[in-house]
């Protein structure tokens, strides 16, 4: 199984500003599967990106991913007051998984 | 529109069993892996199961393994998730996703989801 470690746990920020979150696998993740996800309190998840890189549609491109291996990040270039939420990495290369989370929090 | 729509959740006893639906619409059913995601109160997303297009390839976490059960209808375009033997660490709410391929992918669309509560 792979594992996923994500940091920050937290990340307080103001609008405008940006957002660098990571996460790393335990193994390499096969082909770059590796996928970014938004939640809300109380919302379902919403993918944001796929294949380490590709916005899915309807995102922004304020929010950009990339990595490759064991490495992954992604960045929102300018916080928008939609964007705080709680940000999830997942992999797909190997059945699924999921890292434990960063939340961005209004500074 | 691509939906998802679960059914089926509620409170349980310890030891009892469960069955999920997830109704899908707005695209080809046949053609994407299913699979279902679940989030305990104030946890993370934990990946339970996974089932290819055909229904012939399941998949299963380490915590569900050999107490739930995935399978699908494709003339029905539904998923289903038996749960049996349910424990308290169970309760969460349960959400069913689409996968971006047939076999495996990132999970592009979501139901709203529901939720089980196992409990005495």
């Known amino acids: 199984e792979i594992v996923l470690t994500q940091s920050p746990g937290t990340l307080s920020l103001s609008p405008g500003e940006r957002a660098t979150l990571s996460c790393r696998a335990s193994q390499s993740v096969s082909g770059n599967y590796f996928a970014w996800y938004q939640q809300k309190p109380g919302q379902a998840p919403r993918l944001l990106i796929s294949?380490?890189?590709s916005r899915a549609t309807g995102i922004p491109d304020r929010f950009s991913g990339s990595g490759s291996g064991t490495d992954f990040t992604l960045t929102i270039s300018r916080l928008e007051p939609e964007d705080f939420a709680v940000y999830y990495c997942?992999?797909?290369?190997?059945?699924?998984?999921f890292g434990p989370g960063t939340k961005v929090e209004i500074k | 529109e691509e939906q998802l729509a679960e059914s089926g959740g509620g409170l349980v006893q310890p030891g009892g069993s469960l069955r999920l639906s997830c109704a899908a619409s707005g695209f080809t059913f046949s053609n994407y892996a299913m699979t279902w995601v679940r989030q305990a109160p104030g946890k993370g997303l934990e990946w339970v199961s996974g089932i290819g297009g055909g229904g012939d390839s399941t998949y299963y976490g380490d915590t569900v393994k050999g107490r739930f059960t995935v399978s699908r209808d494709n003339s029905k375009n539904t998923l289903y998730l038996q749960m049996n033997s349910l424990r308290a660490e169970d309760t969460a709410v349960y959400y069913c996703?689409?996968?971006?391929?047939?076999?495996?992918?990132?999970?592009?669309?979501w139901g709203q989801g529901t939720v089980v509560t196992v409990s005495s």
């Open positions: 996703a689409k996968a971006s391929r047939y076999s495996f992918g990132a999970f592009d669309i």
């Open positions: 997942q992999q797909y290369g190997n059945l699924w998984t």
């Open positions: 294949a380490t890189s």
